[in-house]
T-cell receptor
Framework: KQEVTQIPAALSVPEGENLVLNCSFT??????LQWFRQDPGKGLTSLLL?????REQTSGRLNASLDKSSGRSTLYIAASQPGDSATYLC??????????????FGQGTELSVKP | KAGVTQTPRYLIKTRGQQVTLSCSPI?????VSWYQQTPGQGLQFLFE???????NKGNFPGRFSGRQFSNSRSEMNVSTLELGDSALYLC??????????????FGAGSRLTVL
């Protein structure tokens, strides 16, 4: 059974700091891994998608890495801003689910960036 | 182009009633997935539809059902509502079956409160 864990559950940093969010998964037979952002009471916004054959993806100040062998992914946020405050979720899709839209989510990391 | 549209955004029901939620995917997207989000369980997969066929189903009781129409719009229904069904219900669409390398785009959600 695939389980996804995110550490830490909450993080508070001053503006401008670089930070790393962690995600681990128990079954390496994944099709891809996605990082999402969720603002309070809102839906999810996709940030980065890493296919299983890839090692990392970058978008602006965000960089996500994937190490399938160790079952880990990290989301690196450079020069954090108050607007980055949100809950960050990672999710994996499993090969056994037919590369489906069935994602298994972690519980999220609630990030607060203080001005 | 328009995003994923979910209606209604908020609704209040009483135990024993039933509810129907609607999701209109991004134009051209044929895959629709549904998720339930609660503070205790986080985000959990409900089901996925592609071309009017259910492709994947999560571990939810039979009270939860869904369908997809020929125009790719999807509905989910919950019968005999229980207090524990109070949640944010999120719909996501993608252009290929189950997302593949394509990103899932989520709607803003329908927040259901059961009294």
């Amino acid at each position: 059974k695939q389980e996804v864990t995110q550490i830490p559950a909450a993080l508070s940093v001053p503006e401008g700091e670089n930070l790393v969010l962690n995600c681990s998964f128990t079954d390496s037979a994944i099709y891809n891994l996605q990082w999402f952002r969720q603002d309070p009471g809102k839906g999810l916004t996709s940030l980065l998608l890493i296919q299983s054959s890839q090692r990392e993806q970058t978008s602006g100040r965000l960089n996500a890495s994937l190490d399938k062998s160790s079952g880990r992914s990290t989301l690196y946020i450079a020069a954090s801003q108050p607007g980055d405050s949100a809950t960050y979720l990672c999710a994996v899709s499993r090969i056994v689910d037919n590369q489906g839209g069935k994602l298994i989510f972690g519980q999220g990391t609630e990030l607060s960036v203080k001005p | 182009k328009a995003g994923v549209t979910q209606t209604p955004r908020y609704l209040i029901k009483t135990r024993g009633q039933q509810v129907t939620l609607s999701c209109s995917p991004i134009s051209g997207h044929r895959s629709v997935s549904w998720y339930q989000q609660t503070p205790g369980q986080g985000l959990q997969f409900l089901f996925e539809y592609f071309s009017e066929t259910q492709r994947n189903k999560g571990n939810f009781p039979g009270r939860f059902s869904g369908r997809q129409f020929s125009n790719s719009r999807s509905e989910m229904n919950v019968s005999t509502l229980e207090l524990g069904d109070s949640a944010l219900y999120l719909c996501a669409s993608s252009s290929t079956v189950g997302g593949g390398a394509n990103v899932l785009t989520f709607g803003a959600g329908s927040r259901l409160t059961v009294l």
